[in-house]
């Protein structure tokens, strides 16, 4: 089970952190990712992370947005500075359950478990 938070409004060129707590005894063995969805738009991928602590961007998001995660607290986090009026979604944090996996998807099929979401409004 996963549990996003962290959403909230911000005046564009501030910041916000995301945070997906997971149950489980396993989480440190498996990838996440962070999704969003804007209005009117598919779901989409930002940003991913391995069990190793390897990372992957979408273009749109690098440099911009950091994912991280601490696995004694279960958790995953998405720290997302200089936003703009388009990183306006709800984003969603995901679990794909391959052990030990290096590689980071971008396939939503790819994922196993997903979190509620949570908005995220930028105003301009």
């Known amino acids: 089970q996963l549990q996003a938070s962290g959403g909230g409004l911000v005046q564009a060129g501030g910041s916000l952190r995301l945070s997906c707590a997971a149950s489980?005894?396993?989480?440190?063995?498996?990838?996440m990712g962070w999704f969003r969805q804007a209005p009117g738009k598919d779901r989409e991928f930002v940003a991913g992370?391995?069990?190793?602590?390897?990372?992957y961007y979408v273009d749109a998001v690098k440099g911009r947005f950091t994912i991280s995660r601490d696995n004694a607290k279960n958790t995953v986090f998405l720290q997302m500075n200089s936003l703009r009026p388009e990183d306006t979604a709800v984003y969603y944090c995901?679990?794909?359950?391959?052990?030990?996996?290096?590689?980071?998807?971008?396939?939503?099929?790819?994922?196993?478990?997903w979190g509620q979401g949570t908005l995220v409004t930028v105003s301009s």
């Open positions: 995901a679990i794909r359950k391959r052990a030990y996996t290096e590689v980071i998807v971008s396939s939503e099929g790819q994922y196993d478990y």
């Open positions: 489980g005894r396993t989480f440190s063995m498996y990838g």
């Open positions: 992370i391995s069990w190793s602590d390897n990372t």
